[in-house]
């Protein structure tokens, strides 16, 4: 069934368990979401980039719905990192329900301006949006910040963005990175608990990937009730590519999508385990 994005956000949240936000880029990605959803009973999000919007002009949206509605958990769809207005404007009028605004590469006043922008815009179609306050070192999907140049969240001035901007949920930056960690992950806990306290909305984590399991569950201890995941799915889907082409005499489009699928299926099912969603449909 399709979601709203903060119902469920606010479930996790009063639930103790977080939802597992998977980035997705085609019909197979779509498929495996929902199909570890479904096997494990899990409320989960689809997520799309403004890459994949702007590529094929909106077209997957349509797609996304359509399946989020058949599906017999709940499910969301929801925008990912969203600097384009232009994706921002495609995304809402195809109908979804739930935009990532990221102003994380703006000053602090300019992040507020803008998010507040999408937040007004988001409104008049009935959409929610998530803020970035602090910016991600790493890279994802061609956007990459450097490490020196990260920030983390600010927590005495979080409930100040929160507010002024009337976003629904925060991503928080406390150590987290996008794409693969180059060492073990080191997430500044202390700075979680304080931004937890001077805020109320459903925080989010970007860069799930890579983080060990007893991180993933202090940060939903702490008040995290949304996981992103892209680099592990990614790698399980061109894995899996690979496999197919090196070990068939003649590679054909149908075994690759299958063992693409499977892959993937395997990997959301385990985040999901972890979020501690499963059971909670």
Same mark, same amino acid.
């Given at each position: 069934?399709?979601?709203?994005? #903060? ?11 977080? #939802? ?24 989960? /999000?689809?997520?799309? =980039? ?27 769809? =929801? ?20 935009? /990532? ?76 990175? =996008? ?74 489009? /149908? ?27």
């Amino acid at each position: 069934m399709l979601a709203n994005t #903060l119902e469920l956000l606010k479930s996790a949240q009063n639930g103790g368990y977080a #939802l597992g936000a998977f980035n997705i880029y085609n019909m197979e990605g779509l498929t495996a979401v929902i199909q570890a959803a479904e096997v494990l009973n899990s409320p989960v /999000m689809v997520q799309l =980039h403004p890459i994949t919007i702007e590529w094929n002009q909106g077209r997957i949206v349509p797609a996304c719905i359509e399946a989020a509605k058949a599906a017999e958990v709940p499910v969301s769809i =929801h925008l990912d990192h969203s600097q384009s207005v232009a994706a921002i404007d495609v995304a809402l009028q195809k109908g979804m329900n739930s935009i /990532m605004a990221d102003g994380s590469d703006l000053s602090f006043e300019d992040n507020l301006k803008f998010t507040k922008s999408i937040v007004d815009k988001a409104r008049q179609f009935g959409a929610i949006v998530e803020g970035e306050f602090g910016k991600l070192a790493g890279e994802e999907d061609g956007l990459s910040v450097e490490v020196y140049e990260a920030k983390m969240t600010n927590p005495d001035l979080a409930a100040e963005y929160v507010l002024k901007t009337g976003v629904s949920s925060l991503a928080v930056c406390i150590g987290n990175v =996008h794409g693969k960690y180059a060492n073990e992950p080191n997430l500044d806990f202390e700075r979680l608990k304080a931004i937890r306290k001077n805020v109320d909305v459903p925080l989010v984590l970007h860069g799930a990937s890579g983080v060990p399991a007893d991180m993933v569950r202090e940060s939903i201890a702490l008040g995290v009730c949304k996981f992103n995941v892209n680099t592990e799915i990614r790698t399980a889907y061109m894995d899996a590519v690979r496999e197919v082409i090196t070990n068939s005499m003649k590679p054909d489009v /149908m075994p690759i999508i299958q063992l693409v699928v499977e892959r993937m299926t395997e990997v959301i099912k385990q985040k999901i385990v972890l979020f501690q969603s499963d059971g909670k449909a």
